[in-house]
C-alpha cells in the first residue's frame, strides 16, 4: 500500500513536487539545492511580517520554514518527492488561537496563491487522492 498524503488539522495543506524527475538520485548536492529554492520560494511568498525559522521541527517530522505572530508554515516530504506545505496556527498561542484559527483560511489562501505562481500545487481529496489546487476567488 502507498503512502498518504499529509492533513493537519492545524492547518491548510497543499503539496509540491519540487524534484525535477531527471534528478540523479545519488546527487545530494542537486537535491538539496532544489529543496533550499523550495524553501526561499516559501519565504518569498509571505509578506514582510514574517520571519524565517531555522531548524526547528514540528511533530518530528515537518520542518518550521517561516513564522508570524499567529501562524507557522512547515514542510512535510514524503518518500514521492512530494514537499506537503502547511500554512497553520502557530504553536502554544494560548491566548489567541482563536484568532489565529478565525483567520486561517483566506490567509492560507492568498498565500498558495502566490506560491502557486512558481510551482504547480495539488491539494489533497482523500487520504490517498489529490487534485490540482485552483486561485481562490473571495467574494467582493
Do not use: C, K
Request: no cysteine; proline share 4%; glycine share 6%.
Amino acid at each position: 500500500m502507498g503512502e498518504g498524503l499529509y492533513w493537519s488539522r492545524d492547518g491548510r495543506t497543499a503539496y509540491a513536487e519540487p524534484y525535477d524527475d531527471d534528478l540523479d538520485p545519488e546527487d545530494v548536492d542537486l537535491w538539496t539545492w532544489a529543496y533550499d529554492d523550495l524553501v526561499a520560494t516559501v519565504r518569498a511568498s509571505l509578506s514582510a511580517a514574517w520571519w524565517p525559522v531555522a531548524q526547528e521541527w514540528r511533530e518530528r517530522s515537518s520542518r518550521i520554514v517561516a513564522r508570524n505572530g499567529l501562524h507557522e508554515v512547515w514542510l512535510t516530504g514524503d518518500s514521492y518527492g512530494r514537499v506537503h506545505i502547511t500554512f497553520g496556527v502557530r504553536q502554544h498561542l494560548d491566548e489567541t488561537d482563536a484568532l489565529a484559527r478565525h483567520g486561517l483560511d483566506a490567509r492560507a489562501e492568498a498565500f498558495f496563491d502566490a506560491l502557486g505562481q512558481v510551482y504547480p500545487l495539488r491539494v489533497r481529496t482523500s487520504a490517498w487522492t489529490s487534485a490540482p489546487r485552483e486561485t481562490w476567488r473571495a467574494a467582493a
